[in-house]
Structure formats: C-alpha cells, structure tokens
C-alpha cells in the first residue's frame, strides 16, 4: 500500500520505478435512511521504464506531493503510464461506472 506523497518522504519511488505495476482500490457508497449501497473497483496502472532524472524532474514539478501513490492520472504522470487496466475514473478518485450503477440501483433502473 501506497501512502500520501509529501516532502522528506520517499516512498513515491516505489510507484514510479522503471516497469512498476501497482493495484489502485476505490470505492463508493451511497446511504439514504436506512439502506446503504457500496460497490468498489480494482484497476492496474503500469509505468513505463522511466530514469532516475524523469522521476527526479517529475518530483520537482511538486506534482506528486499530497496524491496517494505519488502521482495523478489525469495530470503529468499520465506521459509514463503504459498500460491502464480497469477504470480510468477510479483511479482518477470516483469509479463513475459504479457510482452510476449505485445511484441507478436506489432509483430502481439498474444499469447492468
């Protein structure tokens, strides 16, 4: 499990090392009176090989600092990402297919 990229802290490489894949978890749950609806999605990023100066320059952007895993999907980092299995919106911060689903199931015309 990926932390919180801040200042000092190096754990960031880990993410962004040459080849590296990882497992980004998100989830969602909506809640009205008494029935409560959650569903969640896995989703695989994999990074290219990228140099110690890519990762050093991308660092130096302050980009990574505050974003779990130590890089934003929809920002800069998207130039080292190779391959995207799963959702895109989920790894963004909201599985909008799940969420969607969810709202579509409380309000009783289900999506799938």
Known sequence: ?????????????APLAPGAAHRVHTAVAIQFEDRLEMANNESVVHFAGLSGRQIDTYVASGEPMGKPGAYAIQGKAAAFISALR????????????EAANLIARFSGDALS
């Open 1 to 13: 499990m990926y932390g919180i990229a801040h200042k000092g802290w190096h754990g960031w490489k």
């Open 86 to 97: 799963g959702s895109y919106s989920g790894v963004a911060g909201l599985p909008l297919y």
